[in-house]
């Protein structure tokens, strides 16, 4: 929703375990972004999905609205590429025209 992510479209990943609700879904983002929250490989920081909070009666939609939060606004204390967290933190101009150039490069157009 938010800029410069919303110039493109990321697809992600949402698999269900089959222990689930018992256990948490698992969330990869399959496109490439300019996130702190987001490893190279895609794996998210989700404190939501972690087996530490999951609790069961989390709805899947819960789980989308919460990624969709995430990924709109990087948070630097929610990270798990420290080096683009500490850019953010303290060059912040630099980190969204990267993140900028990085969604024109790699996400898809938006349907």
Do not use: K
């Not at 300019?34 to 530490?52: A, F, I, K, N, R």
């Not at 500490?86 to 990085?102: G, I, K, S, T």
């Amino acid at each position: 929703n938010n800029p410069p992510y919303n110039a493109g479209a990321f697809r992600f990943e949402l698999t269900f375990s089959p222990h689930h609700p018992l256990s948490p879904p698992s969330i990869i983002l399959r496109t490439s972004i300019y996130h702190p929250g987001v490893d190279s490989e895609g794996h998210v920081c989700q404190p939501l999905t972690s087996v530490q909070n999951w609790v069961s009666s989390t709805r899947a939609i819960q789980v989308l609205q919460d990624l969709l939060l995430m990924l709109d606004n990087p948070d630097p204390q929610r990270a798990l590429r420290h080096n683009l967290a500490r850019e953010l933190q303290d060059q912040p101009e630099v980190f969204w025209c990267r993140a900028e150039e990085h969604t024109h490069l790699h996400a898809e157009p938006r349907p």
